[in-house]
């Protein structure tokens, strides 16, 4: 797989990560940890705050904050650029209170609930640096559950690249989590960076491995044939040597016209002009709903027919899920069943920014020029 420098061969490129969820989302998450013990809060060094100091979130929704990183993707959607961390909020039970003043987000929660129930996630992205000076994307993503009233958190890095990342800049937020009686920090900033430099580390703790394989690896590609594919991906789980098929993950070029925005390497001109096609076949006998569902949830999309039933019963061997784009505009669907989708540009940036498989995608599409014939 391309991670920063290309591989010398095609073995199996084992990636560390885990409870990634999300519209092709693939492995449910195994691992939660419980948050950290009650402390004392120091704030520390931090940035001076922003014009909004406070800020209240509340109810299900997606909200997105700004950084100190610009996203890897700007200028794509709607979104400011500097709006690179999305805090989700699953249900009407959580409170956000956002202080920049101290750079800590609290989330407030008294609902007793039943057994690891998901409340909530935030996702950071950053920039990080590999050992040989290069800048590139990295992302850690923070899930909270409730069993009952205790809350329980569970931490993985998304990787970019496979060259270990030896400094990251993230938004210095630390997380807070109130039950009603008792305040616990689930995350500070030292944890972020420390996710991010050491996740193998992660990894072991969470017992889950993902196998890629990247079909096109040392091939020259024809940027001017219908159907040519650009980023050609299966994920498994399970050991380098005996893993199960998941899915595989197809960036598709459906027109010669396209060739001269494939040479460009730029995201945002192919997302507006041409056409396009991102598949995901199930390799699999069952991907389970919860692995669309929430994900539908979080890129704007839950609720387009195309897609309501694979959010109830989900994915089954030999569907594939398809996501286009023609021209600026977009559309999702399964089988012969299309439904378009509302701002389009928004919900592919968020997807390339926030998802573990997007970054690799946003890269491997930003390498094309140099991969051509």
Known sequence: MRWGKPLKNSRFVT????????????????????????????????????PDATRTLQGRGV??????????????????????????????????LVDRRVHRITLRNEH????????????????????????????VHLKIHKSFDRF???????????????????????????NGYRKTVALTPEQTIEAVRDPVLTARLANLVIQ?????EGETLDPA??????????????SEKLNMKLARVRLLSNAAENAALIREGSIGGMLEQGDWEFRVDSLSPYIPRWEFDRG???????????????????????ETLVVGYRNGAGYIGVGERRSAIPDPADVARS??????VGGVVARQVAELPGRLD
Not at 212 to 216: A, K, M, S, W
Not at 226 to 233: E, R, W
């Open 225 to 238: 044939r219908p159907g040519a594919a650009l980023v050609d991906l299966s994920l498994g789980f399970g």
């Open 351 to 356: 997807y390339l920014e926030f998802h573990f």
């Open 152 to 178: 329980t958190t569970s931490l993985h890095p998304h990787p970019t690249v496979r060259d270990p990342i030896v400094r990251a800049t993230f938004e210095p937020f630390e997380v807070v989590l109130d």
């Open 296 to 318: 539908f949830f979080l890129f704007g999309i839950e609720g387009l027919p195309a897609i309501e039933e694979i959010a109830k019963r989900g994915l089954l061997r030999g």
């Open 212 to 216: 890629v394989t990247d079909h096109l």
């Open 15 to 50: 990636l560390w990560f885990f409870a990634i969820t999300g519209l092709l989302l693939l492995v449910p998450g195994l691992f939660t940890a419980a948050a950290a013990p009650e402390q004392a809060l120091d704030p520390g060094e931090r940035s001076a705050p922003g």
């Open 63 to 96: 909200y997105y904050l700004a950084g100190r990183v610009k996203s890897p993707v700007a200028g794509i959607g709607s979104r400011p650029d500097d709006a690179t961390n999305r805090l989700a909020l699953d249900d009407a039970h959580t409170t956000a």
């Open 112 to 139: 007793r609930y039943g057994l690891n129930d998901l409340v909530g996630c935030l996702l950071l992205l950053g920039e990080g640096v590999t050992g040989s000076g290069e800048k590139v994307p990295v992302a």
